[in-house]
C-alpha cells in the first residue's frame, strides 16, 4: 500500500497568489530559523508578516483523497499548527480520508529541514523509500530526494525551477486527478465527477 505525504498549503488549501507570494517570501524566515535551531508557531510568523489564512479554499481535486484512500495511507504535513488544518480537513469533509496531520509543532523543526521528514518516516512507521512527498514547494522536493523519499511535485501553474540534476522530482503533477488516476488499479474514467471516480 503507497504512503502519500500531502504538503498542506497549495497542495490541498488554496492560496490566492498574493498571499502566495508572501508565504514564498516568508520561507527565508523559515530556513533561518532551521538553521538557528528557532522554532516559532507558523500561525504567529503568518500574523507577523500581516497574512491571514481564515478563508481558504479547498482545491476540488482535493476530494479525490477520498479515491486516493482506499489505495493509500494518507498523511497531511504542514508547518501549520495541527488544530488549524484538522479544522480545515473536518470542515470540508475531508478528514475520514487522512490518517493523521503531521505538523512542525510537534516537533518544533519546520518543514523541509531533515528532522521534519525524519520525525514523519517515524510517525508514519514506514521506512523513507516507502513514502511519497507530495508538494507543491520544491524545497520540499530537493529535502526529500536528498534523504531517500520518493517526490511528486505539485505545480499547478505551470512554473519552473531549477531542481538540481541528482534531484529531480519523480513525478510532476497538474493535479491530484492525475494522481488518483496512475494509482487506480484500472483505468480511471474522471469526467464522472471528482468525488466518485468511477473504473471503466
Known amino acids: 500500500m503507497y504512503v502519500f505525504a500531502f504538503n498542506f498549503l497549495n497542495t490541498i488549501a488554496k492560496i490566492p497568489d498574493n498571499v502566495m507570494k508572501d508565504i514564498n517570501e516568508l520561507q527565508c524566515v523559515i530556513t533561518t530559523y532551521?538553521?538557528?535551531k528557532v522554532y516559532v508557531p507558523y500561525s504567529v510568523l503568518l500574523q507577523a508578516k500581516g497574512i491571514k489564512l481564515d478563508k481558504l479554499e479547498i482545491y476540488q481535486d482535493s476530494l479525490l483523497l477520498e479515491e486516493i484512500s482506499?489505495?493509500?495511507r494518507i498523511f497531511i504535513?504542514?508547518?501549520?499548527e495541527?488544530?488549524?488544518v484538522k479544522e480545515f480537513l473536518l470542515r470540508n469533509n475531508i478528514d475520514v480520508f487522512v490518517q493523521d496531520v503531521i505538523s512542525a509543532e510537534e516537533i518544533k523543526r519546520?518543514?523541509?529541514?531533515?528532522e521534519f521528514f525524519d520525525y514523519l518516516a517515524k510517525r508514519t512507521n514506514s521506512v523513507k523509500g516507502a513514502i511519497t512527498i507530495i508538494s507543491s514547494n520544491p524545497q520540499d522536493i530537493i529535502v526529500a530526494k536528498s534523504m531517500g523519499f520518493k517526490a511528486y511535485w505539485m505545480n499547478r501553474g505551470n512554473l519552473q525551477y531549477p531542481f538540481p540534476a541528482n534531484l529531480q522530482p519523480d513525478n510532476i503533477l497538474k493535479s491530484i486527478t492525475s494522481l488518483a488516476e496512475s494509482t487506480a488499479q484500472h483505468k480511471v474514467d474522471s469526467s464522472m465527477g471528482d468525488s466518485a471516480l468511477r473504473c471503466t
Do not use: V
Not at 504535513?77 to 501549520?80: A, D, H, M, R, V
Open 77 to 80: 504535513i504542514t508547518n501549520l
Open 34 to 36: 532551521t538553521l538557528a
Open 70 to 72: 482506499y489505495r493509500a
Open 82 to 84: 495541527r488544530k488549524i
Open 110 to 114: 519546520y518543514k523541509p529541514s531533515p
